[in-house]
Nanobody, 122 residues
Framework: QVRLVESGGGLVQAGGSLRVSCAAS????????MGWFRQAPGKEREFVAGISGRGRITYYADSVKGRFTISRDNAKNTVYLQMNSLKPEDTAVYIC???????????????WGQGTHVTVSS
């Protein structure tokens, strides 16, 4: 059983930066790959970034590659998403999730957080 709680969302102007965090309960945290997804109003949930259990492998959606960075601190049971050069189309609820192996497929994630809102103004 894993519980995930996101934080750090907010309002930011286009071109700005924001870092969202996801704190996990349950052990061992390093045994889980982690992912970030986002969902905008009227759109389906989409994969944003994923990271393997010890942070050695990362994957990014093409839409965020070069702008977003996923990282994790297993000592703090926390995964982060650093978002730079934000665009209005990045506006969404950002949701973290845990899976057995690093993957881009939402159906392979077992545990999900409730999400944190990110709004990018133009």
């Amino acid at each position: 059983q894993v519980r995930l709680v996101e934080s750090g969302g907010g309002l930011v102007q286009a071109g700005g930066s924001l870092r969202v965090s996801c704190a996990a309960s349950g052990r061992p945290f390093s045994s889980y790959a982690m992912g970030w997804f986002r969902q905008a109003p009227g759109k389906e949930r989409e994969f944003v970034a994923g990271i393997s259990g010890r942070g050695r492998i990362t994957y990014y959606a093409d839409s965020v590659k070069g702008r977003f960075t996923i990282s994790r601190d297993n000592a703090k049971n926390t995964v982060y998403l650093q978002m730079n050069s934000l665009k209005p189309e990045d506006t969404a609820v950002y949701i973290c999730a845990a899976s057995a192996l690093v993957t881009m497929l939402p159906e392979e994630y077992t545990y999900w957080g409730q999400g944190t809102h990110v709004t990018v103004s133009s």
